[in-house]
């Protein structure tokens, strides 16, 4: 079943790189009394999330935090390692998004937004998507039908409809 509005996020547990190295961050902790945007790329480093969808959420952070977000996190099904890397390379970090891995693709099976496209390597990967959480509730969310667009969960285009 997808996730859809007005459910409450699953409790699963994904990864960052912190100070002593890989750690874990409970759903549940990150989201409770809290207001969070999270969104979904299918990879770090893949084109559409690397030159659209990340860079949308740089963009408008400033906006986001003006509204009362208390978090912007991006996920995606790679490992720790490598969306801090990623973090790193477009400026997320320093922007102050917080880039968490579902290296077993774990969250994302859970919430119902999995996908396969073996043509082009992504197995088990995240479909493209955006929602706003409020305390573990999901009241807005925007999923994309392609892969391979980012059009109605880019920054902007949730900002929209807020």
Not at 46 to 51: A, L, Q, S, V, Y
Not at 65 to 91: H, L, Q
Not at 127 to 136: K, T
Request: net charge negative.
């Amino acid at each position: 079943m997808t996730l859809a509005i007005n459910d409450r996020l699953p409790e699963a547990e994904l990864l960052r790189i912190g100070a002593e190295g890989p750690e874990k961050v409970s759903t549940g902790e990150l989201t409770k009394g809290r207001k969070i945007v999270i969104f979904a790329v299918p990879g770090a480093f893949t084109r559409t999330c690397h030159t659209a969808h990340m860079p949308s959420f740089i963009r408008t952070e400033g906006e986001f935090r003006a509204r009362g977000i208390d978090e912007i996190v991006c996920i995606s099904v790679n490992d720790p390692f490598v969306m801090k890397a990623w973090g790193e390379a477009t400026g997320a970090d320093a922007a102050g998004i917080m880039l968490l891995a579902d290296p077993e693709s774990t969250f994302t099976k859970a919430i119902g937004l999995s996908f396969d496209a073996p043509p082009v390597g992504l197995i088990g990967r995240s479909r493209r998507y955006a929602m706003l959480v409020e305390d573990g509730v999901v009241t807005r969310l925007q999923i994309e039908e392609s892969p391979g667009v980012c059009e109605v969960s880019g920054g902007e285009a949730l900002l929209a409809v807020l």
